[in-house]
Each structure stands twice: as C-alpha cells, then as structure tokens.
C-alpha cells in the first residue's frame, strides 16, 4: 500500500513538473521539461549521497575504531536481509542519524557524535535498525526523487511566470495566461511541498514498523525517538546552524522545530504518533 501511495504521488510531481513546462513553451516546453526531469533524477539517483556526505563533513569510521557500532549494524542489516552498510560519523552536536546511498548495495548509514553521547546501545540499536529499514525500502532514492522534482518545480514554476509575462509562446492565451502561469507559480511549490511532505511521512511509519522488526524490540525505538525529540525542542538554535534544510526529510528526527504553522509542512510525522504506534506493535509482539 505504501509503495502504490508513493508511485502515484511522484507521478503527480512529475505532472506538475511538465504542465510547468508546457507553460513556459507549449508541447515542446512539456517535451523539454521531461528530459530535464530525466537528466536529474539520474543526477540524484548517482550523486546525492555523496553530496549530503559531504554537506555534514561525514567520515567513515574504521571498524578498529568502533567494532561495537559495526556488529551492531551488521547484526542488524542481517536481520534485514541486505549487505551492511558503510558507517560513517557526522560531526554534529545535533543528536540525529540518517541514511544514503542509491541501493543497499551502496548505502550508508550516518550517526551524529550528538546522538552517541545521548543514547543508550539499545535505544542506538532501535535508531539504527529504523535507518536499516529505510534502505531495505529504497526510501533513500525515493526521497532524493522527489526532493530534486519538488526544487524544479518551483524554479520552473517561476520561470513559466516571467515567460509569460515578458514573452509569447505558442498557446498564450494573453491575460488569462499571465494569471494561470502565476497561479502556478504560487500553488505549484505549495503542492510539491505537500506531496514531498506525504512521501516523507507515510515513508516513516513505514521504516519505524520495519524497523521495530528487523531490531525485534519497538519500544527501543520508541524511547530513542522521546530522547530525540527532546534534544530537537533544547538544541533548536544549533540545529539551525548545523543542518540544511533541504536535507532535514532525511534525518530521523525533523531537526529544525519551528513554529506551529511551520510545523504543518514538517516532512516527518508527529514523533508522539509514531511513539504511539511503536507502543502499540509492542504490544502486540508482546515486548512491553
């Protein structure tokens, strides 16, 4: 069910993308804004791993270095069924983790230094399958697809606008053309916003059940997740200079809590819901 929920959705991003296309330059636009869409999607299927690596200024840890965190994540990806992934270490205070990588023959699972200093090895474990679970789902490609459409939208969107305001195309319809191109440029991100935030979401539930399976014990998670959201309300300010928003929907914890309306675009779900329903499925393994 979540993976039909998240084709037809990228399927609408991707209509919004080319009607953005088709604005700026009629069925050719359409045509052109395809390929475009093509071309960085497979930039992002190939490059977005290493530039969120990068972006934190991650290193990977040698197993002499931490032999524990490395059992623990291969005794996990087992679990999973996949290889185990590379670890790498972000030198953030923010207590997070997440997880990259095109397939999970090349992932990469990344905890902060924050998040070792808060976190027993148990609620660690919890965490860590739940990045597991995100490469065992292909969430990570899915993610960085519709972060690369949901940015194009909006930069074609506007470009649709200006076109139309200073220049002609084949199936300009004069004033009302102006108006739906600058309708689009206000509603078109907006719904590329909501559609990003839905992927994101439903992609979470999804990873806290599998990966309540794969460590075979929610609550552990589930008490990660409390001493998280935690941190995120206390460190507000540092998480501000140390995260990008643009790659926040990969964190495991929405890092950057702002106000009550700008928490209705959060890309994660309530943490108190999905605390909720870890609490749930423990009880119904029987692990409370």
Request: contains cysteine; aromatic residues 6%.
């Amino acid at each position: 069910m979540h993976t039909i929920k998240t084709v037809l959705l990228l399927g609408v991003l991707t209509g919004l993308f080319l009607m953005a296309g088709k604005l700026i330059g009629g069925q050719t636009g359409m045509i052109i804004a395809f390929f475009f869409a093509m071309a960085m999607n497979f930039f992002a299927y190939w490059f977005s791993d290493k530039m969120a690596l990068k972006m934190y200024k991650a290193k990977e840890i040698p197993y002499e270095e931490a032999p524990w965190l490395h059992d623990m994540v291969a005794e996990l990806a087992r679990n999973a069924g996949i290889p185990k992934p590379r670890v790498y270490l972000a030198p953030m205070d923010i207590p997070n983790a997440f997880a990259t990588g095109r397939n999970p023959k090349n992932a990469v699972v990344a905890v902060t230094s924050g998040i070792l200093n808060i976190l027993s090895p148990d609620e660690l474990r919890g965490v860590l399958a739940h990045e597991i679970a995100h490469i065992k789902n292909r969430d990570i490609l899915i993610s960085s697809i519709a972060a690369t459409i949901g940015g194009a939208i909006s930069m074609i969107a506007e470009m649709a606008f200006w076109s139309n305001l200073f220049g002609n195309n084949e199936e300009d319809n004069g004033i009302g053309g102006l108006i739906g191109s600058l309708l689009l440029m206000i509603l078109a991100p907006i719904a590329a916003l909501i559609i990003q935030m839905a992927i994101s979401r439903s992609r979470e539930y999804a990873a806290d059940a599998t990966g309540a399976e794969i460590c075979r014990c929610p609550m552990s998670l589930a008490k990660a997740l409390e001493k998280l959201e935690m941190a995120a309300q206390q460190l507000s300010p540092v998480a501000s200079r140390e995260v990008n928003p643009g790659t926040a929907h990969m964190m495991i914890v929405n890092p950057l809590k702002g106000t009550s309306i700008a928490s209705l675009f959060s890309t994660h779900p309530p943490t108190q819901e999905r605390i909720r329903r870890l609490y749930e499925l423990a009880r119904r393994m029987g692990t409370v």
